[in-house]
């Protein structure tokens, strides 16, 4: 896209991604036209977005002091953008303006000196502060709690503040988002090698405090692995560690920011771990007869130690889906990719192969070799796949102003109950979505393999509930369906003793479940720190712990400060 046109762009204020994206036309009319096929019901019709002006907001309640009141926004498309994250919940409802709350200002500190008097500010006003990276959380990591609030836009920390070319690290500012990271990037060769599928949209302070993970199937692809030393400004002062390759010396600061979701403080900067850039590439794409002999296949793979960029198991529905396979197929199809800066890969694939075969599997593509710069490249399976992972978060949008409903959740769990996990989530979100909205698809695949265990992912497509006419009450009914089928699978996958996320983070939404998973003393030390760091509490209301001690912790939700504020 040339830079004219890029300057011309606009996000969409509702949804995901860019406007000239979205899915609209002919190739919406045509989804429609496949969905009424599937779900056997008339073709649904589209609903376009409220003019954003048209959302009436109540006045800001807050003014900031002189000293800061340049860095203020109170600008309505400005505050009804940073009002909702990307849960489905959230952009249904947006979708209809019938955005509940709105920060009273958008605050975009420029350096973290101007953080630090922002929370400074808010402390002594009491005014809660909800800081917003690319604002994609999907599990209502931004939605603003009642009360005075201010959401802190940290898109102006963008800086890449230097590369050490000498260690391959980078000292990043938390605002930047993954295209300008490769950009500055580029030039010297090396790559910070993250990229969660929201990446052109999220940032690096984002991907710290979510424990991101990027789309690699093995190797360092959770941020966790790839964070050195971390910067953030607290209500009660500076925190920085110290940068080391590794370091035996207590428990790591780093890791206490690492999913920290904005409760301890703003991540200002980050000295992170850079590779040289892959230019050797290998791909095939794999059927296998059934989940099972995938899932023992991936195992394999990782358990001898191979380490592919990409692993994807796709279940025939999620295969149909990606365009990976026929729509009618029945088989399970893995795409298997290596990457390597330049060394051959034909031994690791040959390797992969073999035990792949040992599981029942046949090559359907490839292997092929390429070597180059170029990224995107992807042939077959693979490619196909590659496009579907780029367009699904437009898909999602196209069904939601089609009346549906479209959503994921994802795990993890030990290789001993992948199996019986991924058929009791697949049977779990059907059933569930069944008795809610008539009918569904439901799309299995698995992101991340490591040699104890597997990332489930799951993607639920409904033809959402019927005979509620479109309009705000529209936008609810479709949020409170995706919110029945999520309480179904989530209370599945507690039961199974997997975790409530992998890496879509708890957010909101996951409260009651991470609630439950995380021991009880570590509770309270989280609670202690929050209290010791942000006396005012003014940080990540609602999320993580309740800042208040609730003596039965494992019990369901019942914290003012814990309930969803938007429903
Ligand atoms: C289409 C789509 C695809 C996605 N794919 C992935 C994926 O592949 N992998 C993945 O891990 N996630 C994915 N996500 C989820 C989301 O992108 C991640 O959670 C991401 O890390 C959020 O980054 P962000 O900058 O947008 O943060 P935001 O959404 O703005 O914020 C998330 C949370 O972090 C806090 N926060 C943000 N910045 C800071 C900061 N600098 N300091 C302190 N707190 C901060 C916020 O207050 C909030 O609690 C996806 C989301 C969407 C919509």
């Known amino acids: 896209v040339s830079d004219d046109r890029m300057a011309q762009r ?10 000239d994206q979205a899915i609209q036309g002919d190739e919406l009319a045509g989804l429609a036209a496949v969905l009424a096929e599937r779900f056997q019901r008339p073709p649904a019709t589209v609903v376009d977005p409220v003019e954003p002006a048209s959302i009436e907001l109540p006045r800001p309640r807050v003014e900031l002091p002189a000293a800061l009141a340049h860095l203020g926004s109170a600008d309505p498309l400005d505050r009804v953008r940073h009002g909702h994250g990307a849960a489905f919940r959230e952009l249904v409802r947006a979708l209809y303006g019938d955005v509940p709350r709105v920060p009273d200002l958008v605050v975009r500190p420029t350096s973290a000196a101007d953080v630090a008097r922002v929370l400074g500010w808010c402390t002594d006003a009491r005014v809660a502060c909800v800081p917003w990276g690319g604002g994609t959380s999907v599990v ?34 938390g605002g930047l988002m993954g295209p300008a990271i490769e950009r500055a990037l580029e030039p010297s060769g090396l790559t910070f090698r993250h990229f969660p599928q929201s990446w052109e949209f999220s940032t690096l302070g984002g991907w710290i405090v979510t424990r991101a993970g990027g789309h690699f199937a093995t190797g360092p692809t959770h941020i966790d692995d790839l964070v050195e030393a971390i910067g953030a400004e607290t209500p009660t002062g500076r925190w920085d560690s110290r940068r080391l390759p590794a370091s035996g010396a207590g428990p790591s600061p780093d890791r206490w920011l690492l999913g920290s979701e904005g409760t301890l403080g703003v991540v200002t900067d980050a000295w992170v771990r850079l590779q040289r ?60 990719g290596f990457e390597a800066p330049e060394a051959p890969l034909d031994a690791p694939m040959a390797r992969a192969l073999e035990l792949i075969g040992d599981h029942g599997g046949v090559v359907r593509d490839g292997p092929s070799f390429r070597r180059g710069d170029r990224t995107g490249t992807a042939q077959g399976g693979a490619g196909a796949w590659r496009q579907a992972f780029l367009r699904g978060p437009y898909l999602r949008d196209a069904v939601a102003r089609l009346g549906g409903v479209a959503e994921t959740f994802e795990t993890a769990t030990t290789w001993d109950r992948a199996a019986a996990l991924v058929s009791d989530l697949r049977d779990t979100a059907e059933r569930a979505a069944r008795s809610v909205c008539g009918d569904a698809l439901v799309a299995v695949r698995t992101t991340h393999a490591y040699v104890d265990g597997v990332a489930p992912y799951v993607t639920v497509i409904a033809p959402g509930p019927e005979g509620v006419a479109a309009g705000p009450a529209r936008g609810r009914a479709q ?16 039961a199974a003793g997997a975790t409530i996320t992998h890496h879509h983070a708890v957010g909101r939404d996951h409260r009651p479940w991470y609630d439950r998973q995380r021991p009880d003393p570590f509770a309270r030390a989280l609670r202690s720190a929050r209290r010791e760091l942000d ?33």
Request: hydrophobic letters at 45%; aromatic letters at 4%; a negative charge.
């Open 479 to 494: 949020a409170a369906a995706w919110d029945e089928v999520k309480q179904a699978v989530s209370e599945a996958i507690d």
């Open 140 to 173: 209502g990591g931004v939605t603003p709690p009642e009360g005075p609030c201010v959401s802190l836009d940290l898109e102006r920390l963008d800086a890449v503040l230097e590369v050490d070319e000498v260690s391959l690290a980078a000292h990043l500012q």
């Open 10 to 19: 606009r996000r969409s204020w509702w949804g995901w991604g860019w406007e």
């Open 535 to 567: 006396p005012a509490g003014v940080l990540g209301q609602g999320l993580l712990v309740d800042r208040v001690a609730d003596p039965a912790t494992s019990a369901p939700p019942t914290d003012p400060e814990r309930r969803d504020p938007t429903a």
């Open 277 to 336: 850039r892959p230019r050797s590439r290998a791909q095939a794409t794999v059927a296998f007869p059934s989940l099972v002999a995938g899932l023992g296949a991936v195992r394999a793979i990782v358990q001898d130690g191979l380490a592919p960029a990409n692993a994807r198991l796709l279940d025939p529905v999620e295969a149909a889906l990606a365009g990976a396979a026929p729509p009618d197929g029945d088989a399970t199809v893995l795409v298997l």
